[in-house]
């Protein structure tokens, strides 16, 4: 399939996805769909298989990521516009502001995206995000301007050219006169400033998802626990200021 596409703006081109895709699936009690933030505290997560990358094995250390879950049943999928695990990858270039994608099982994608089997250092242990597709649509806003750069004759440019279509602003971040709240999804350690700035988002129904472990995220998407998947996020308690995982 084509979806629309922008090289670097991955929160954007999974939030034109969910458009596209959650309008299709609405109502199919079977398939749940999630935008999946993938980072660290440090903002430094190793990712292999990346398009970007000039390295054989197709490392690149982002600062985040963001992919598109689909879980059907006991069967989960990836979405990943930046993967070169594809069929066919030479057919994937951009044409027109679109690029071909598709589906891959979950379980091929994170051996060899992630490779679990690394040991990686503590700052680049990578922290998922789940965001419900409904929540991450009505929630998501951003004026782009995680993207500016100084310049010395212009004051501030782009470090890579902005998307075609208008700047993103869903419903509730709208309603509450929201233009940007990117950091909210990225950050997986709050301090109290942006612990405050993100309950205050909240009361106006903006919501920002669950934290998970790498551990904890792979095992919420094991073949028997697909099914109970929504159920086990509602089982996470967020404390004020504390992430307390449910045993999952």
Same mark, same amino acid.
């Given at each position: 399939m084509e979806l629309p596409y922008s090289s670097c703006y991955c929160e954007e081109n +999974?939030?034109?996805?969910?458009?596209?895709?959650?309008s299709h699936w609405t109502g199919a009690g079977d398939c749940s769909l999630y935008s999946v933030f993938i /980072?660290?505290?440090t903002r430094a997560i190793p990712l292999f298989c990346q398009r970007s990358s000039p390295r054989e094995n197709g490392l690149v250390i982002w600062d985040y990521h963001v992919v598109l879950l689909k879980v059907v049943k006991d069967k989960t999928y990836v979405l990943d516009f930046d993967t070169t695990i594809q069929a066919d990858n030479e057919q994937l270039n951009v044409r027109d502001g679109l690029r071909r994608v598709e589906f891959l099982q979950f379980g091929e994608y994170a051996e060899l995206t992630f490779r679990p089997s690394l040991s990686l250092p503590k700052n680049l242990q990578r922290s998922f995000r789940m965001i419900a597709a409904q929540d991450y649509l009505s /929630?998501?806003? /951003?004026?782009r301007s995680h993207m500016l750069a100084p310049a010395e004759s212009t004051g501030q440019v782009y470090v890579k050219a902005p998307p075609p279509w208008p700047q993103i602003c869903g419903a509730n971040a709208a309603a509450a006169g929201v233009r940007m709240n990117i950091d909210?999804? +990225?950050d997986v350690k709050l301090d109290s400033s942006k612990l405050n700035r993100q309950q205050v988002l909240e009361s106006h129904g903006m919501r920002f998802g669950e934290v998970l472990t790498q551990e904890q995220f792979f095992g919420s998407l094991s073949p028997a626990k697909c099914i109970d998947l929504r159920s086990c996020l509602m089982r996470l308690d967020i404390e004020r200021g504390t992430l307390s995982y449910a045993n999952i």
């Open positions: +999974i939030y034109k996805a969910l458009e596209i895709l959650h /980072s660290s505290p /929630s998501f806003a /951003s004026d909210c999804f +990225i």
